[in-house]
């Protein structure tokens, strides 16, 4: 079945480490996003993707980097300049000028 | 840039009522999207209705509709015939008509449904 895939579930962070959220999809998708939920709010974008080896950054992008090498993957790294990196990451993906975005489960990071 | 306004945190209604769930934006666009996406307790967000913004028709979706109003810029959700699965964080979210630069999303409104 096609789908996005998120690993891992539960991500653990040491201060001052840099960690990777995986993102990967197979539904032929042009476009890729990252956001991130608080408690008590709605998603807020962190970088966004339309195309391979392009991405821009979104309204929270500051601590965080991508790479998109390929079209099937959009990995997240939270760099250590993140200060607050606790909360819930949800990957999704669309077709480049359509709509719906559809969504992974998401990974949880915590900090140590 | 975009705004989207949910003002009820929390709303509660017995199973087979009807609800309405409100939500306002703003933004500069003239061609944009509009959703209303359910998020339950296992965190996956679904997709339960869309409107594109130059359609004046209000989308339905089965006991889902929504109440468009472009000049008051609003974009309620109704339920009907309320299920006990319906209990979740409901979000609406607003992109702009290109498509591809990401949702902008209020902060929600968890509904409980009460058997």
């Known amino acids: 079945d096609g789908g996005i895939t998120q690993s891992p579930k539960y991500l653990f962070r040491k201060e001052g480490q840099n960690v990777t959220l995986s993102c990967e999809q197979n539904?032929?998708?042009?476009?890729m996003y990252w956001y991130r939920q608080d408690p008590g709010q709605g998603l807020r974008l962190i970088y966004y993707?339309?195309?391979?080896?392009?991405?821009q950054k979104g309204d929270i992008a500051e601590g965080y980097s991508v790479s998109r090498e390929k079209k099937e993957s959009f990995p997240l790294t939270v760099t250590s300049a993140q200060k607050n990196p606790t909360a819930f990451y949800l990957c999704?993906?669309?077709?480049?000028?359509?709509?719906?975005?559809?969504f992974g489960d998401g990974t949880r990071l915590s900090i140590l | 840039a975009q705004t989207v306004t949910q003002s009820q945190p929390e709303m509660s209604v017995q199973e087979a009522e009807t609800v309405t769930l409100s939500c306002t934006y703003d933004?500069?666009?003239?061609?944009?999207?509009l959703f209303w996406y359910k998020q339950p307790p296992s965190r996956q967000m679904i997709l339960v209705i869309r409107?594109?913004?130059?359609?004046?028709q209000n989308a339905t979706e089965n006991r889902f509709s929504v109440n468009f109003q472009k000049a008051a810029k609003s974009f309620s959700l109704k339920i009907s015939d309320s299920q006990l699965g319906d209990t979740a964080m409901y979000f609406c979210?607003?992109?702009?008509?290109?498509?591809?630069?990401?949702?902008?999303f209020g902060k929600g409104t968890h509904l409980i449904i009460q058997p």
């Open positions: 999704a993906s669309s077709f480049r000028g359509q709509q719906p975005q559809h």
């Open positions: 539904l032929n998708h042009d476009a």
């Open positions: 993707s339309q195309i391979v080896n392009d991405f």
């Open positions: 933004t500069s666009e003239s061609n944009y999207y």
């Open positions: 409107q594109e913004a130059y359609k004046q």
């Open positions: 979210a607003a992109n702009s008509g290109g498509g591809a630069d990401g949702l902008t």
